[in-house]
């Protein structure tokens, strides 16, 4: 079946480590997007990309940092300077098109944690 | 930059019973979409019902239906016939044509809880 696979499902960062979420998706999608939900809110915009090799940043790219060398991934890497990464991470992907009733479609999610 | 505001954090609804769930929304755009996802405790966002803003006709997914008032800028989502599984978190969310990377903007979201 086709969807996006988000990797791994929970995670935990030490000070001053960087971790790296996957997200890959066997959609043929053209555009995948990277959110942050903290608890009993919405989602809010990281890092999205159009096509392979480009990526622009969202509402809240500092701290985050992203890649696009495949067009089926689309890795999420936290730093260090992320103050606060405690959150859960949900990886998006769309068809690239200019009619935007087209939905996104969601991965499970990562779940990180700072030890 | 759009807005989105869902101003009810939690409501609850009766077991066969239908519930109203508000989002209004904040732009100077003509032609947009508008789309309602849902979260279960699973975490997974699953999109229920998407509302394009050139179409007078309200969308309707069986039990789930928009009520979509432009000039009021408002998109609600009722859900008739209410089932334990569609307790919930419930998103509102706005896409722009005009923005290239065709991201959504989301409402905070409403916890909905279903009563046996």
């Known amino acids: 079946d086709g969807g996006i696979t988000q990797s791994p499902k929970y995670l935990f960062r030490k000070e001053g480590q960087n971790v790296t979420l996957s997200c890959e998706q066997n959609l043929n999608h053209d555009a995948m997007y990277w959110y942050r939900q903290d608890p009993g809110q919405g989602l809010r915009l990281i890092y999205y990309s159009q096509i392979v090799n480009d990526f622009q940043k969202g509402d809240i790219a500092e701290g985050y940092s992203v890649s696009r060398e495949k067009k089926e991934s689309f890795p999420l890497t936290v730093t260090s300077a992320q103050k606060n990464p405690t959150a859960f991470y949900l990886c998006?992907?769309?068809?690239?098109?200019?009619?935007?009733?087209?939905?996104?479609?969601f991965g499970d999610g990562t779940r990180l944690s700072i030890l | 930059a759009q807005t989105v505001t869902q101003s009810q954090p939690e409501m609850s609804v009766q077991e066969a019973e239908t519930v109203t769930l508000s989002c209004t929304y904040d732009?100077?755009?003509?032609?947009?979409?508008l789309f309602w996802y849902k979260q279960p405790p699973s975490r997974q966002m699953i999109l229920v019902i998407r509302q394009e803003a050139y179409k007078q006709q309200n969308a309707t997914e069986n039990r789930f239906s928009v009520n979509f008032q432009k000039a009021a800028k408002s998109f609600s989502l009722k859900i008739s016939d209410s089932q334990l599984g569609d307790a919930a978190m419930y998103f509102c969310?706005?896409?722009?044509?005009?923005?290239?990377?065709?991201?959504?903007?989301f409402g905070g979201g409403t916890r909905l809880m279903v009563k046996p």
């Open positions: 732009t100077s755009e003509s032609d947009y979409y």
């Open positions: 969310a706005y896409r722009s044509p005009y923005n290239a990377g065709n991201m959504l903007t």
């Open positions: 998006a992907s769309s068809p690239e098109t200019r009619k935007g009733n087209q939905p996104q479609h």
